[in-house]
């Protein structure tokens, strides 16, 4: 919904094509999953390319933009929703904004463009997006400590979750009730394989089916944008994020419930696996989480050398400095090789950063703070909680030092000159 002040000159926003180019550009980058840091300093920095004054306030379900002075301003309301992140949108709204910026489109080709983007399909389908959400829980299994069957148990209940994600997408009712009702089923399905098979950890299972959901990564952007001073954006994230932890908790309790129902499962410890398993699941988890984020194929190799960065740096910074601090070490790495790879590869940072991030967030300590809490283990559930909230902070200070250290492109512009604006405006 686009509301305008109706206390200044509404006409004159409409006329004005920058104007309304630049509220369409905010509007499809949110769309993209755009973290509001990155979309407030790009689009600062097209409209003074543009020769706009302009500030920008964006929160997970709006964008306020004001045009002109503070005498004689004009305000552009937009009501947007929360989306997930959609890498190859971001790329295609990323293009058309660097094509307007070098004069290459008129603006009102480049709006149509945008247009286009919005309504386009998505690349991948339903079979390709259940098949990553199995990997991905297939390999989270196995950074957690399961063996072979703990891993094939884990791939198919984050296969029938993620069936489960395409089949309630289509239905906007039922998927508000989507997090707390694949909870419930992984853990019961994790209670009931151990019980019938035996030698599965079922806390482990359910946690590698519910990898996909855990909301770490949105924990550690609602911590970047409160290190970043953006403290609605920042808020809105976090009680967000808090509010999905707790209904995923809901759902794994009531799962465990019905569970009990069953004969008591026969538990297992950890299980040794060569080392070539663990660096096969490495090497496969950037894939799994490209395709869950919607990149284009064509962006997997810079993708894939980010996450080797980060985890690199994340394993050397834990063995020097521990795991707490050296996961800002791995955001460091990530946030360093995202912005040369926005140089190099005329990329959006974040199409590269989101998938290196992801491998390092602190999900699966959150999610452990809080079953242990709903067991009544009051202290263990207070140190993970400490543990999970120190680790945000720890990789939101290092993708800061890194946007200081390496600066993104899109920081840095020079104006479009008078000349071509008057082309792009006919």
Same mark, same amino acid.
Request: net charge positive; with cysteine; proline share 6%.
């Given at each position: ?31 993209? $999953? ?8 790009? /689009? ?9 004054? &302009?500030?920008? #306030? ?9 045009? $002109? ?20 949108? =971001? ?5 058309? @904004? ?29 079979? &390709? ?16 400590? $399961?063996?072979? &069957? ?24 039922? %998927? ?11 853990? #019961? ?55 999905? #932890? ?13 569970? *009990? ?18 660096? &096969? ?27 080797? #960065? ?7 910074? %834990?063995?020097?400095?521990?795991? @707490? ?11 360093? $090789? ?13 199409? /590269? ?42 990789? *939101? ?8 250290? =390496?600066?993104?492109?899109? *920081? ?5 000159? *008078? ?8």
């Amino acid at each position: 919904m686009l509301t305008l002040d109706t206390t200044t000159q509404p006409k004159t926003v409409q006329r004005d094509l920058r104007e309304r180019f630049l509220v369409r550009l905010a509007e499809a980058l949110h769309q993209a $999953g755009t973290p509001a840091e990155s979309l407030e300093v790009s /689009m600062l920095s097209s409209a003074r390319r543009l020769g706009l004054h &302009a500030e920008f #306030f964006t929160t997970p379900t709006s964008i306020l933009v004001r045009f $002109g002075e503070i005498e004689e301003h004009r305000t552009v309301l937009l009501r947007v929703h929360p989306t997930d992140a959609d890498l190859e949108r =971001l790329v295609l709204v990323h293009e058309v @904004q660097q094509a307007v910026l070098r004069g290459e489109v008129p603006l009102s080709e480049a709006m149509k463009r945008l247009e286009t983007v919005r309504d386009r399909r998505p690349r991948y389908g339903p079979i &390709a997006s259940v098949g990553s959400f199995a990997l991905a829980s297939l390999t989270a299994s196995r950074f957690f400590g $399961g063996g072979s &069957a703990e891993m094939a148990a884990s791939a198919g209940i984050g296969a029938l979750i993620g069936g489960l994600a395409v089949t309630t997408g289509r239905w906007p009712t039922i %998927g508000r009730i989507f997090e707390p009702l694949a909870a419930a089923l992984a853990s #019961f399905i994790a209670v009931a394989l151990a019980a019938l098979l035996g030698g599965i950890r079922p806390d482990l299972v359910t946690l590698g089916g519910l990898i996909v959901l855990v909301p770490g990564l949105g924990l550690t952007l609602a911590l970047s944008d409160l290190a970043a001073r953006h403290l609605a954006s920042g808020t809105a994230r976090l009680f967000g994020a808090v509010i999905v #932890f707790f209904t995923i908790a809901f759902g794994v309790t009531l799962g465990r419930q019905l569970g *009990a129902l069953l004969p008591a499962p026969v538990l297992s410890g950890e299980v040794l696996l060569p080392t070539w398993v663990d660096v &096969a699941c490495l090497a496969v988890s950037p894939l799994a989480f490209a395709v869950l984020f919607r990149a284009r194929p064509r962006d997997f190799g810079w993708i894939y050398l980010v996450c080797a #960065f980060g985890q690199l740096g994340g394993r050397l910074g %834990g063995a020097w400095l521990g795991p @707490q601090l050296g996961a800002g070490l791995g955001a460091l790495a990530v946030g360093i $090789g995202a912005n040369l790879g926005e140089r190099l590869g005329r990329r959006p940072a974040p199409v /590269m950063a989101l998938p290196g991030l992801i491998l390092l967030v602190p999900g699966s300590i959150g999610y452990r703070s809080l079953a242990a809490l709903l067991a009544h283990d009051i202290v263990p559930g207070i140190e993970s909680a400490v543990t999970a909230t120190f680790v945000a902070v720890s990789l *939101a200070t290092g993708l800061l030092i890194a946007n200081v250290a =390496l600066p993104a492109v899109s *920081a840095r512009a020079s104006i479009v000159p *008078a000349r071509i604006l008057s082309e792009m405006e006919r």
